[in-house]
């Protein structure tokens, strides 16, 4: 038997619990079993080579160990490791100036990339998806990284809203200035 079947039982929510009250390493490598495919490739999509992807998944998740306390369960934990990491790599990208900014994630599979919202925004919906993703390289990190947080994860507002630390009011409007932007750099392009 695989150590993880024996704790596939417990929530991520649960582990986190487990693994802040005791800082229990077994519980962590459950965690890390997985969404270390996941940190990976969103890693991956920052980084110029495999060997930076994983250096940079590693440091994840040691960040992720000394920094899981904040996790509070406000949203599902894979939103929340995910924006996590986003955020990880958006900051690594910005200490070294020279680097182009570029997310070149691997799709891992077809949910991680469908488009889901409470109420259908057909203005993101109808664009091209190789022009989409050009208009995506042009738009400012923080911009890029609510925009996919919500039309490619499916977060909800109010996920947005606990994992960015941000009144719903000012998630609603960050999301409607970025898909502004967003659309005003892809109706540029040819």
Known sequence: MKADDAY???????????I???????FFGVLYDRYSKMVYNKC?????????????????FLMLFVKLASFKGRSKFSTWLYSFTYNFCV????????????????????????????VPDESIYELKA?????????????????LL?????????KEL????????????????RAKAKLLEIYNTLS
């Open 8 to 18: 596939s039982q417990f929530t991520d929510e649960e582990l986190v619990q487990k």
């Open 20 to 26: 802040v009250a005791n800082n229990n390493a077994l």
């Open 44 to 60: 991956y999509g920052f980084a110029k080579s495999k060997d930076e992807a994983e250096d940079l998944t590693q440091d994840v």
């Open 91 to 118: 900051n690594y990208v910005n200490r070294n100036k020279q680097r182009k900014m570029s997310d070149n994630s691997i799709p891992m599979d077809d949910a991680e990339y469908r488009l889901t919202e409470e």
């Open 130 to 146: 190789s022009k989409l993703e050009k208009a995506l390289e042009l738009v400012s990190p923080e911009d890029k990284s609510i």
């Open 149 to 157: 947080l919500k039309y490619q994860d499916g977060a909800s507002i």
């Open 161 to 176: 809203s606990e994992v960015l630390e941000l009144g719903e009011s000012a998630i609603k409007m960050r999301l409607k």
